[in-house]
């Protein structure tokens, strides 16, 4: 089997490349016009100019899955700020989208948790389809909106499990057809566990993301790793399935990531995965990003039986 690794936005090995350069509502307020015209412009053109620098590095190292940054637009989805951040880009989009598509990258966006569809107020539903509005024309802008993924968590349990995910259905059909068949659904550290989540992706046809982290600090004690793999793997059908990857930053802060990812903590999974033979793509989301992936690349592959077999991945 093979696994693929990625990281999340920002190339730390860069100097100065964050693709997430912003600016508060509270300061465009401050600024004129053409100010804030200008400024929403130059931080947009500079967070796409980031993202084909980190896109170039990851090409150079092999790495082949990458998050894009969801702030690559500042206040993209404000009610009160008007910003066509598509047309004046165009020559950015079709770069980011010829690089991916010629080297074969595999490219997501992972909204925040505010994104939610299990919510009884009508403006957050709201809210979250103008939010995946936004994330699927930055995919269709780059040519990636058949292929890039847009991931969320189910959302909160609001007192009741029961009525909450009788919500996210019927919530979920405000969401356009072609946005909703880009969407992946993942297990959460606190509410949402591997299974209830799988019980959604499987009603509702969607590819699952499996956290590991996640799942270790949120499940129930009949659930197991040989049981649930197969069924999450069944959830994916023309793409290898995907995996989020992290470890505690502590025992007394279990659910918060570390710097690196501790090769002992994710041994569990990786034998599991060993048995199954399925190739499958590993996210790295810890705080030290791309320096992240290609440490524990280094310690998967000291373990015997795995293979390195490029810059960004390894055969078990």
Not at 88 to 93: D, T, V
Not at 238 to 267: G, L
């Amino acid at each position: 089997m093979k696994i693929r690794f990625g990281y999340v936005a920002n190339a730390l090995n860069l100097y100065d490349a964050t693709p997430s350069k912003t600016m508060t509502f509270a300061r465009y307020q401050k600024l004129s016009s053409p100010e804030r015209e200008d400024q929403l412009e130059h931080i947009t053109r500079t967070n796409l100019q980031h993202t084909i620098r980190a896109l170039h590095y990851n090409i150079g190292h092999e790495i082949l899955l990458y998050r894009f940054s969801s702030s690559l637009v500042p206040l993209a989805t404000h009610d009160k700020v008007e910003f066509d951040y598509i047309t004046p880009f165009q020559k950015e989009y079709e770069s980011i989208g010829a690089l991916v598509r010629a080297h074969k990258l595999r490219t997501s966006f992972h909204p925040n948790q505010f994104t939610l569809f299990t919510s009884d107020k009508p403006h957050v539903t709201e809210n979250a389809v103008k939010d995946m509005e936004y994330h699927y024309r930055l995919l269709k802008a780059m040519g990636l909106e058949r292929e890039g993924h847009i991931n969320l968590h189910v959302g909160g349990a609001y007192g009741d499990k029961t009525k909450s995910l009788e919500r996210f259905h019927k919530n979920l059909k405000q969401l356009p057809a072609r946005i909703k068949q880009q969407m992946t659904l993942e297990n959460d550290d606190k509410t949402y566990t591997t299974t209830e989540t799988l019980q959604v992706c499987e009603r509702e046809r969607i590819p699952m993301m499996f956290d590991y982290h996640h799942y270790m600090a949120n499940h129930d004690q009949e659930e197991r790793l040989e049981d649930l793999l197969p069924r999450f793997f069944q959830t994916w059908s023309h793409m290898p399935p995907k995996i989020h990857i992290s470890s505690p930053k502590s025992q007394k802060e279990y659910r918060s990531h570390a710097d690196f990812v501790d090769v002992e903590f994710i041994k569990p999974l990786l034998q599991e995965l060993k048995k199954l033979g399925q190739d499958v793509d590993f996210m790295i989301e810890a705080k030290q990003k791309d320096r992240a992936v290609l440490k524990i690349i280094e310690d998967i592959s000291s373990i015997r039986g795995v293979k390195r077999i490029s810059g960004g991945s390894v055969k078990i």
